[in-house]
């Protein structure tokens, strides 16, 4: 039906601009959306049939109130016009007479226009005839759609008795190819056609580059992947190789102990971590074939990328002596530290836990670093785990993008420029840093970032240079310097999106019509 209509209507532009040229779409079709005006008028001018320009204009219109002026009467002039009519109206029943809205709105002005006067407790009128001037000016807006007087306009649309709006109209005139109905058009070519030489004259049907596809009931990638793969693109653009993230569980020694996290520390309570019951016990930190297969492709485009830096030379890791150093480093001090001198437990050490930062990948690729040292940069974007009370902005999963840069001789400044640099890749500029404090990084910073279209500060990073109890008994020399940072995917992705419940963007509340609609994003777009 739509299209048989809208048919008619590309008939009724070419039957009209037969007599009259130039059309204007808001007076010659006044009841007709404008919108359908403009697929009319696109189908004729695509055929080189009329030729067309838009205008923008502003329209008033009524609202309800004003409707009901315009069929009654202002306020004022109810008000006025009852008290002529009864000659006087005690001021406690002009409610009862006009209305109470009508009695209140109207008897100050009545009486501001010197057309009623009070006589004791009554009302008496003072002119024997007034003009309804409101009533006049919402009659020439409901005839015209706007008011020769602008002044008087404005005051209406403060009074919320009429309301602007934008409208786009259009002046039409003949086109070249103007005829009173559209030829009969043909969308195929045949092989008859090429032939002979009809393909010359037949009359073929225009493309349409502005119609939009049928829309495709196919899978789509969810926002916070579009958002990783940006990420992603940074990182790689910069020669980071990324750390193989693919296990979730981990075991106390890897996602603490390692990190110089104390078996104190309140991280590693169950308020803030999911312990894992089956199996109950990891095994003591080894040489394991699959991860070792992961790191070894790892490394691979490391080197490759940092090929003028390479150092050959390598050292196997010992994982039992890895265990005792880093006992002895918590326990009782070791590598130039004091420690934190408490009895360090194996077992606490080899519960599993679901990881609750990515830093515990870090500490295996640093590690594994150790065998060979020299220049890296890794970095990775997946899940962790925390037990956390679900809110607007917090989920007990969600995503951390990490990054870690490995190279002789950094600097807590270089740090600095390096984030400045990353995040101006978002369009995120003037950072400022907090320090903070982590147990394995010293110095430790919070990152803000002030964000133009939201107008304010946001905290969108942790970060620091890791701790030489944490590195040297990894077996890295004391001159290798490394530091990393981290920010969750969910932050950026919901500024991005427009989002301000993060329950909306993952977990059973979350709208799959939403998720496959939205495209792709640019982070350094603001
Ligand atoms: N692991 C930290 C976090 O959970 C982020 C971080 C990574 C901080 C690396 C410093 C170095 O927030």
């Not at 130039?22 to 079709?29: A, G, K, V, Y």
């Not at 996290?261 to 971590?273: C, G, K, L, N, S």
Request: aromatic residues 10%.
């Amino acid at each position: 039906p739509v299209q048989s209509q809208d048919r008619n209507l590309t008939q009724d532009v070419l039957d009209l601009l037969d007599t009259k040229s130039p059309l204007q779409s808001s007076e010659d079709f006044p009841s007709i959306p404008q919108k359908d005006i403009k697929g009319a008028l696109d189908r004729l001018a695509s055929r080189s049939m009329v030729e067309y320009v838009a205008k923008d204009t502003e329209e008033a219109v009524l609202s309800e109130e004003a409707q009901t002026i315009l069929a009654n009467g202002s306020h004022e002039f109810r008000v006025w016009s009852a008290v002529k009519d009864a000659g006087k109206i005690l001021i406690k029943d002009l409610g009862n007479v006009v209305g109470t809205e009508a009695a209140n709105v109207g008897q100050g002005n009545a009486f501001k226009n010197k057309w009623i006067k009070k006589d004791g407790d009554s009302f008496i009128p003072i002119k024997d005839d007034v003009k309804d001037t409101t009533r006049d000016q919402l009659r020439e807006v409901s005839e015209t759609k706007s008011l020769s007087d602008a002044k008087a306009l404005k005051e209406l649309k403060k009074r919320k008795l009429v309301v602007l709006t934008k409208v786009i109209t259009y002046t039409v005139t003949k086109g070249p190819k103007y005829a009173k109905e559209i030829p009969v058009e043909v969308t195929d070519l045949t092989a008859d056609m090429l032939a002979g030489d009809k393909w010359e004259t037949t009359n073929f049907k225009p493309y349409n580059f502005n119609a939009l596809g049928a829309s495709q009931d196919a899978g789509a990638l969810h926002p916070l992947m579009k958002v990783r793969q940006e990420f992603r693109t940074i990182f790689f653009n910069q020669g980071f190789v990324e750390m193989p993230t693919g296990h979730f569980v981990d075991s106390g020694f890897w996602n603490f102990d390692a990190l110089f996290v104390p078996q104190q520390h309140p991280a590693r309570d169950m308020q803030d971590t999911f312990f894992i019951s089956d199996p109950p016990k990891a095994d003591k930190p080894r040489a394991d074939p699959e991860t070792e297969a992961q790191l070894d492709a790892m490394e691979d485009s490391s080197k490759r990328l940092f090929a003028s830096s390479q150092n050959t030379e390598v050292k196997p890791r010992d994982y039992e002596k890895y265990w005792k150093d880093v006992q002895a480093v918590h326990q009782d001090g070791a590598f130039s530290s004091i420690g934190y001198r408490y009895p360090w437990s194996a077992d606490e050490c080899l519960r599993l836990v679901l990881r609750t930062h990515t830093t515990a990948v870090s500490t295996w690729v640093l590690h594994r670093l150790a065998e060979n040292p020299r220049p890296a940069r890794y970095f990775s974007i997946d899940r962790v785990f925390r037990n956390e009370t679900v809110d607007a902005t917090h989920l007990a999963e969600f995503h951390q993008v990490e990054g870690v840069i490995a190279d002789f001789g950094l600097t807590l400044g270089g740090l600095m420029k390096f984030l400045e640099d990353f995040f101006a890749k978002m369009g995120l500029h003037d950072l400022r840093f907090k320090p903070a404090y982590n147990p394995y990084t010293e110095p430790s910073m919070e990152i803000f970032g002030f964000h133009k279209g939201l107008k304010r500060w946001l905290e969108i990073g942790n970060s620091g240079m890791f701790r030489p109890e944490m590195l040297e008994p990894m077996g890295l020399p004391k001159d290798l310097r490394v530091y990393g940072f981290g920010l969750s995917l969910e932050r950026p992705t919901m500024m991005k999106y427009g989002v301000d419940n993060i329950r909306e963007l993952l977990g059973h509340k979350s709208d799959l019509k939403w998720i496959r609609e939205q495209p792709a994003v640019r982070l350094e777009k603001e």
